[in-house]
Structure formats: C-alpha cells, structure tokens
C-alpha cells in the first residue's frame, strides 16, 4: 500500500512537470527572443502581441513582421533570462527527437534523468522516451540568473574579429574546436561563423572563438569569464573563475546559480587571445596575465623563513644574480633603489610585491626576464607554475 501511494505522488509531480499552462507573466509589448515554429537554435527577436488565457501561451509579433500564435512560455526569454545549465528530474522540457530533420520544430516532454555525460533521459508526451539527448538540444523554461561577481573580462567584447577572417570555434559550446570563417559581425560582439564542413552558426560568443594568432591563457585569475564543463560533461556552461586553488584547480561560480569547486583547468575554457602585453599601460598597471607573472617571481625569491612575505636585499640580489647582473652592496643602496621606484621600507627595511611592480613599470623588461628565468612558455605566454617552484633559491 505504501508503495502504491509512493508511485501514485511520483506520478502526480511528473503530471505536474508536464503542465503545459502557465499564468501570464510577459505583459503585452515586452521585447523578447523566442524560438520561431520551436526550431533548434532558431530565437528571432520581437515582442509579446498577447497571452491567451485559455492555453497560457503567447502571440509573438516578430521584427521581420511574421506573427505566431499558440507560443509556449518555454520558447520564449526576456532580457537578461538564461536557461539554468543542469537539469533536474522531473523539469518540463522541449528537446529535438533524435534523428529529426535540423528543422523539425523542438517537441515538449519532460526530463526523467541526467546520465551524468552530459546527456539527459527524455520522456516525451506522446509516450516515446529518448536515452541520451545532449543538452544543447533540450530547452527548459529560462529564468533570470542571481547577480554574479564583476568580471575583469566583458561577456561579450568588443569586436576585433572582421568578416572573411578564419579562425577555429567550438560549435555548440562544445570541447572541439572546428574551422571556420567570420561571416557577420553583430552589434552584440557576437559573430556568425560557417564551419568548413559546411556547418553555419549564429551568434557565437569571442569566448568560443580562436583567431589566427590567438592562444589559450595557461593562467587563469579570479573574476575572469570562463566557460566550464561542470562535472566534466561535455557541455560548457557560462560563468566566473571565484577562487584559484593551491592544487591547480579553480572554482567557477556560473551564471545560473550554480557553484563548482575544485574543476580542472582543462575543463575550463576562456577567451583565447594573441600574446599578452607583458608593458605596463600609461597609469602603471598591467594586465592579469603580466601581475601573476610579476607575482610569481617575486614568490620564487621570497622563499627564506625570515623574509616575511617581503624582499629585502639578499632576495633582490638573488633576482638580480639569476638576471646575470651585478648584485647590491650595501642596504644604502638598496634604500636608493626602493626610493627611486617610490616604493616605502617597512621597519625591518623590506618591500613588497609592489616594489617589482614599479621597477617593471619603469623599464619595461618583464618579458626578457620571465624568458630568463624559464618562465615564459613555448607560446609567448606565462608558463604553467611548477610544483616545486619558490622551494628556495
């Protein structure tokens, strides 16, 4: 008996789920994206013509002048809104029937599991069920994300990429990046690409995308807009790095809510770009890639017990020696150096990071001396840190 009642809430909440109807909540001439006829990837933008009480759906007068009846609220997204990146059981859905023609209008059901791959089990409302539909072809109703951490990287940035430029771009949002060819420049910072193999996508965010001269940062920094595959799926979801760990990993806060700790860096993928500006910009500061780089060589000196977080002379002279030039001599001379770069003594007569900062502002030789010191990698940029690096020196 108990197990009688146990199935029949089971199969209510799953009714539940598959509730088609929904109370209105886009007022009438609200700007909106939807998907047009419910085809895959296929949002057009227009605006709410009116909500029909009876079906909870919406008319949806489009920009290029077509109008559509009967809308489902789960094909629709306001400003701002964004699907959640996982899915639980039981969340309505509209997902492509696998082996559908590409423009096959989506068909509504309800997500029965994850298969932890990246796939999810569907059970659509005409009976059928579908093992392991990927996620980017299953839509869920979009809701506006909770505010998330500022990032030193835009979302979308500005263009720098022209029509007619080749470059490589991960389709879908996918692990695998594939050639192809910038076709349209949008006003978002968004461009459309056509794939080699005769793939065309639209609105492919920078992130994804790899030009010419471009590689991937091997340093990631807290605040820098990433894209991540949460437990290793093959699905990359839109978030943050919140905290660089110790062990090589990164935490990702992404922005549907979710929070991820410890992801590895090759399932984390930012924004390819050319090599860093490794020179100070007019008002002194540098980019992320140059401060970690300043950062880790003064972590490498700074290894002796009695430094205290801080340089005093013997470490500068262990920089100075490993650059190949003539160490300092006395603590005069090194107060003068400290002066000359604006940088104050505490009492015991140390400096911090700060003081490597100014002297890289001022002579411009970051670059020579990470490629000196075997920290610059292969590819221009700022090499993986080493385990055992800054166990003294």
Known sequence: EAEAEAEAEAEAEATEARSTVHEQDLAVGLLVIARFKGQHLAWCPGKVGAFDTANGTYRIDYDDGDVEEGVARIRIKTPGQAEKGLIEANTRCEACVPGSKPQAPTVPGVVTSANGDGTYSVRFDDGAVAMDIERK???????????????????????????????????????????????????????????????????????????????????????????????????????????????????????DGDKETGVARELIYVQAVAEPSWSAESDGSFSPEATEAIHRIFATFNASASSEGKWGMAEFNAFQEALAEDPMQTEE?????????????????????????????????????LRVLGLLGPDGRLAPARKAEGAGV
């Open 137 to 255: 072809k299953i839509y869920v109703l979009s809701v506006t994300p909770p505010p998330r951490k500022t990032s030193i990287m835009p979302q979308q940035s500005k263009p720098d990429l022209a029509v007619g430029d080749a470059v490589a771009a991960r389709f879908g949002g996918g692990p695998d990046f594939y050639f192809g060819e910038i076709t349209a420049v949008l006003d978002d910072g968004t461009y459309n690409i056509s794939y080699a193999d005769g793939d065309h996508e639209e609105g492919v965010k920078r992130l994804r995308i790899k030009g010419k001269e471009d590689q991937m940062p091997t340093v990631l920094v807290e605040g820098m807009r990433c894209e991540a595959r949460h437990g290793g799926s093959m699905r990359a979801f839109d978030g943050v790095i919140s905290k660089v760990n110790s062990d090589g990993t990164y935490d990702v806060g992404y922005d």
């Open 333 to 369: 001379e090194f107060s003068g150096v400290c002066g000359s770069l604006e940088v104050k003594q505490d009492a015991s007569g140390r400096v911090g990071a700060e003081a490597l900062v100014a002297l890289y502002a001022q002579t411009d030789g970051l670059r020579e001396d």
